[in-house]
């Protein structure tokens, strides 16, 4: 929308920082939290509805993580690969869901979140519709 490319060459980067940090989100309630309990993570999992919005975001997480190489494009096919990236956006709603629902008294900064991921997904949006008005 805006004409700059230098902004293409971070995503990649940023999208694997993501990951990278819902690895780090997880392996502590995974440790720290339920000391590898399985049967109380599955527990946890239905019974907390933040949990049960943020782990199946985890691990589309791990899906686009996988095939985020240039090996990967290649092999899926540019489309393909674009069309599987792009459940990027349901999982940024789900994230922030998850924050939201976690926090308990202030929920300033979820809202604020929510409130940069709107505008930001607003952008993607009016692109997609211009795309459209154009053909």
Same mark, same amino acid.
């Given at each position: 929308m805006t004409g700059w490319g230098w902004p293409t060459r971070w995503r990649r980067m940023l999208g694997l920082f993501a990951f990278f940090y819902a690895c780090l989100h997880f392996l502590t309630y995974l440790v720290l939290d339920q000391f590898f309990d399985w049967q109380a993570i599955v527990k946890d999992i239905a019974k907390r509805p933040y949990i049960t919005v943020g782990f199946p975001a985890f691990v589309l997480l791990i899906l686009l993580a996988a095939t985020s190489t240039d090996k990967m494009v290649r092999r899926l096919g540019g489309r393909r690969w674009k069309q599987l990236h792009q459940v990027v956006y349901a999982i940024a709603i789900a994230g922030t869901v998850h924050f !939201? !629902?976690?926090?308990k008294k202030d929920i300033?900064?979820?809202l604020e979140f929510a409130v940069v991921l709107a505008v930001l997904l607003g952008f993607r949006v009016v692109a997609g519709?211009?795309?459209v008005v154009k053909r």
């Open positions: !939201w !629902w976690l926090v300033t900064e979820p519709l211009r795309k």
